[in-house]
């Protein structure tokens, strides 16, 4: 499966932003997904997962209550919903799509991987 992340950018903190993975190729309802984050200069780091069917969803303490994680596998297109965006959020993010249907935190279990979107979080 190919993968595509946009819908990043530069923001204040507070704002929201939706960012966005389209994926091609197999089908995206066999995999599991997630969201992984990379601030200059830090190791890639887990932000949020769900499952193939998104009746189950996992977020990093971080984030948790400010980002929501969706899918729509009619549109081959995972979501990711930022709120109350803060500096320390600044980062790539990219998304991975994982054989394991339930989904994973860990990076090293992502089958595939899209590009990085930047999202930068002015104070």
């Known amino acids: 499966v190919q993968l595509q992340a946009s819908g990043g950018g530069l923001v204040q903190a507070g704002d929201s932003l939706t960012l966005s993975c389209a994926a091609s190729?197999?089908?995206?309802?066999?995999?599991?997904m997630g969201w992984f984050r990379q601030a200059p200069g830090k190791d890639r780091e887990f932000v949020a997962t769900i499952s193939w069917s998104g009746s189950y969803t996992s977020y990093a303490d971080s984030v948790k209550d400010r980002f929501t994680i969706t899918r729509d596998n009619a549109k081959n297109t995972l979501y990711l919903q930022m709120d109350s965006l803060k500096p320390e959020d600044t980062a790539d993010y990219y998304c991975?799509?994982?054989?394991?249907?339930?989904?994973?935190?860990?990076?090293?279990?992502?089958?595939?991987w899209g590009q990085g979107t930047q999202v930068t979080v002015s104070s």
């Open positions: 190729g197999r089908a995206f309802s066999n995999y599991a």
């Open positions: 991975a799509a994982n054989t394991n249907p339930r989904g994973s935190p860990y990076l090293e279990s992502y089958d595939f």
